[in-house]
């Protein structure tokens, strides 16, 4: 994938009155296509995720890779459609913030003003449905928020979610809509949208397993119609082992339809 000459650059946010760092990755042949429009896949944690640092945690959790690197390979084997990847950067304190305390203004930066930002500067789909958001740990947080916030209020935001390792009931904001949502009664809130969701079983940490199996029955317990949900867990590997491979198997799993 490419870099383009002006990454990484900022936005600033009056939702978080925060600045955030974005980094972007081109599909190879970007400039030869003027008329294609790409599917535009958000990283959140890029810090960690977009591209190897050697001898970091970064290096470990994607084995000194990148998740561009997992696009670029899924893109060659013609299992991901040509993307641009979006990698959102933060500090660990605003990414407490932002992916948890205040998820519905970090969700407010999404809609009106990252996207916005990506597509007048990007050859993105403007469709939902070429949008996917990926969220791990804390972050996963955030990505279920915002599964559940597009739901409940009618608004598309983005149509294909992973959410990998998080503590779901901790996110009250997201359990909250989630109820809501199945008290309207509506089998059809969730249709035509794919979540999958991951976590390590070889973890000391039960919680993050409890939590994913009561999360993943709930859902797909609720007889929503049309909502395709893929739940793995990982029984060799635990909450640092899982982020690239949950990754490349939740892309594999979205658009495998």
Do not use: W
């Amino acid at each position: 994938m490419i870099t383009p000459s002006d990454c990484p650059f900022d936005v600033y946010s009056e939702a978080l009155n925060d600045t955030i760092s974005i980094e972007i990755a081109l599909p190879e042949g970007y400039s030869d296509f003027p008329e294609e429009q790409y599917t535009s896949i958000y990283l959140l944690d890029a810090n960690y995720f977009f591209d190897e640092a050697p001898g970091t945690l970064d290096e470990y959790l994607t084995r000194g890779q990148g998740m561009t690197n997992t696009v670029q390979c899924l893109t060659d084997s013609g299992i991901v459609p040509a993307s641009i990847l979006i990698g959102i950067d933060y500090t660990e304190e605003q990414r407490t913030r932002f992916t948890v305390e205040d998820v519905a203004d970090f969700y407010r930066f999404f809609t009106d003003e990252l996207i916005p930002v990506i597509e007048s500067k990007y050859r993105v789909s403007k469709s939902s449905d070429d949008r996917v958001l990926f969220g791990y740990s804390s972050s996963a947080h955030f990505s279920t928020y915002a599964l559940m916030n597009d739901v409940f209020t009618g608004v598309e935001t983005f149509s294909k979610f992973i959410s990998v390792s998080g503590v779901y009931t901790d996110s009250l904001e997201a359990c909250k809509l989630e109820e809501q949502i199945f008290q309207s009664g509506n089998a059809d809130a969730f249709s035509g949208r794919s979540l999958f969701i991951a976590v390590g079983a070889d973890d000391s940490n039960l919680e993050l397993l409890n939590n994913h199996r009561l999360f993943s029955e709930r859902l797909v317990n609720r007889g929503y119609t049309n909502f395709r949900t893929g739940s793995t867990e990982y029984p060799d590997r635990g909450h640092y082992d899982i982020p690239e491979f949950a990754f490349s198997e939740g892309l594999i799993f979205l658009f495998s339809r």
